[in-house]
């Protein structure tokens, strides 16, 4: 009887995280470049004194989804959608090195180029991107950001400088609680990306499914009450089983 509720306990712990995942995922269904958390359960043996004859119902996360997301265009010229397997490299909080692919960048008052969320974005040379007072903007498919200096003819635009954009595939990356990609451990640092690597105008979307979202959010609830009720099964049993006892 013990072996049943410890499973249906571990089960039910599982469920919860497993709806959180997916809580989060559809909490960023609008989310520009999300990509939306893989997790699945995983049978985990209990390990400890004594002898092993328990396995634990574990949630884990699996990594991220690398399907693309819904392109759209904007016309804004420093919209990016990067091309697939590519990541923009951004200065985290702690003046590190992440990347993203959260291409709705924008200026700050400092003409530094910055994502949506305030993350200073780098140049090729891993410095914080800045860019001249100017009248026009434009980014080319390699990444090289052109401006057209304030107060003079479009002939005078010229090059102020090269995102970095790197290339590395999805399983290679891990995910950190401030949202940014790093490398997995044991992984090289991604190289830079030559070519073409992304589009101007347009900006990525989140690629999470919201109808397939919901769809799993309601199957985790019905594992869930399932799980509850087997707990509750085994509680009224052992009541039952301990009133005989007693009235021996």
């Known amino acids: 009887m013990d072996k049943s509720l410890y499973i249906a306990m571990t089960g039910a712990s599982a469920t919860l995280r497993g709806q959180a995942a997916v809580a989060h995922n559809l909490a ?8 939306a958390t893989l997790s699945g359960t995983v049978a985990s043996p209990v390990e400890g004194p004594g002898f092993a004859s328990r396995v634990a119902t574990v949630q884990r996360t699996l990594g991220v989804s690398d399907a693309p997301g819904a392109l759209t265009t904007t016309g804004n010229p420093l919209d990016v959608a990067l091309q697939a397997g590519h990541w923009l490299a951004v200065q985290d909080r702690n003046g590190g090195v992440a990347y993203t692919r959260a291409g709705d960048l924008q200026l700050n008052q400092n003409g530094l ?3 949506a969320s305030g993350l200073q974005v780098l140049d090729a040379g891993g410095a914080p991107m800045a860019l ?3 009248d026009a903007i434009e980014i080319g498919g390699d990444g090289t ?7 003079q003819p479009m002939a005078t635009m010229a090059e102020a400088g090269r995102l970095q954009v790197v290339a590395a595939a999805t399983r290679d990356m891990v995910r950190g609680d401030d949202g940014l990609m790093r490398p997995a451990p044991g992984v ?6 030559a ?3 992304l589009t101007a105008g347009v900006r990525e979307g989140s690629n999470v499914d919201a109808a397939g979202s919901l769809v799993s959010m309601i199957e985790l609830a019905r594992q869930f009450e399932m799980q509850v009720r087997v707990l509750h099964s085994g509680d009224e049993t052992s ?3 301990n009133t005989l006892l007693s009235s021996r």
């Open 132 to 134: 001249p007072p100017s």
């Open 188 to 193: 090289q640092p991604p190289a830079p990306a």
């Open 28 to 35: 960023n269904v609008d989310t520009t470049g999300f990509q």
């Open 145 to 151: 950001v052109s401006v057209v200096p304030q107060g």
């Open 113 to 115: 180029l910055t994502t």
């Open 195 to 197: 070519g073409s690597v």
């Open 239 to 241: 009541r039952a089983a």
